[in-house]
């Protein structure tokens, strides 16, 4: 067991103390702060040569304490998934597989603690992790069918349709490389853009927008 391992216990071990002294409620802040605290505690080298943080997190309360949070759990999942992305990218890391959050409630943790963990589980397919992010909100995992190229356009037969009139049938490709997903204009009429910027062939990163036609989507690697 390493020093950082035994300072982890030893800090679970004092809240958990506090916790059952003064049986004060948990709030979403403080679950936000510990995510933050095992994303920080498990940074390693990732797949691609950049740093990495858990992309599978499990936070688990007192159902007394999920309760009074006041907000359903896939909700409080989702509020925990975007708070964590933006923390990653704020320390410049990323993560070699989905980013997933379980918020569980039972009776084994006592009140006024919590008990979060952290792991990574990198994706099995050998396809880089990637998510466009239509301005709706929704979401379109580009490793689905382990593909390691997608089509975006206005023809039904590509990818991923968009209902957009100035949007080419085959406007762009999505490029699954050792390096990341690469983004590449199929000639199309009036261009794909990067930040605002037009380009024939771009790695992405990270939180880049991506306009195709008139619709911008965000990159998320994970």
Same mark, same amino acid.
């Given at each position: 067991m390493g020093l950082r391992d035994v300072e982890r216990r030893i800090e679970r071990g004092v809240e958990g103390a506090v916790g059952r002294l003064f049986r004060s409620s948990v709030s979403r802040v403080e679950v936000a702060k510990r995510v933050e605290r095992e994303l920080d505690s498990g $940074? #390693? &080298?990732? @797949? @691609?040569?950049? !740093?990495?943080? =858990? %992309?599978? /997190? *499990?936070?688990? @309360? %007192? /159902?007394?304490d999920l309760t009074r949070l006041d907000v359903p759990s896939s909700d409080?999942? #989702?509020? @925990?998934?975007?708070?964590?992305?933006?923390?990653?990218? +704020? +320390?410049?890391?990323?993560? !070699?597989? =989905?980013?997933?959050?379980?918020?569980?409630?039972? /009776?084994? $943790? =006592?009140?006024? *603690?919590m008990d979060v963990l952290a792991r990574t589980e990198a994706t099995v397919s050998g396809v880089v992790p990637g998510t466009l992010v239509h301005p709706d909100g929704a979401r379109f995992d580009l490793t689905i069918g382990d593909a390691a190229e997608v089509i975006v356009g206005r023809d039904g037969s590509v990818d991923l349709v968009i209902d !957009? !009139?100035?949007? &080419?049938?085959?406007?762009?490709?999505?490029?699954s490389t050792e390096r990341g997903w690469v983004l590449e204009d199929l000639e199309s009429t009036n261009g794909t853009r990067v930040n605002g910027f037009r380009t024939r062939a771009q790695l992405l990163t990270d939180g880049d927008n991506i306009t195709i036609g008139a619709t911008t989507f965000g990159f998320e690697t994970s």
């Open positions: $940074v #390693r &080298s990732g @797949l @691609l040569g950049h !740093d990495v943080m =858990p %992309n599978e /997190i *499990t936070v688990r @309360l %007192n /159902i007394r409080f999942e #989702r509020e @925990l998934v975007a708070h964590a992305r933006a923390h990653a990218r +704020a +320390a410049e890391c990323g993560f !070699d597989g =989905p980013l997933v959050v379980r918020v569980m409630g039972g /009776i084994e $943790v =006592p009140v006024g *603690t !957009d !009139d100035l949007a &080419s049938r085959r406007h762009a490709r999505l490029r």
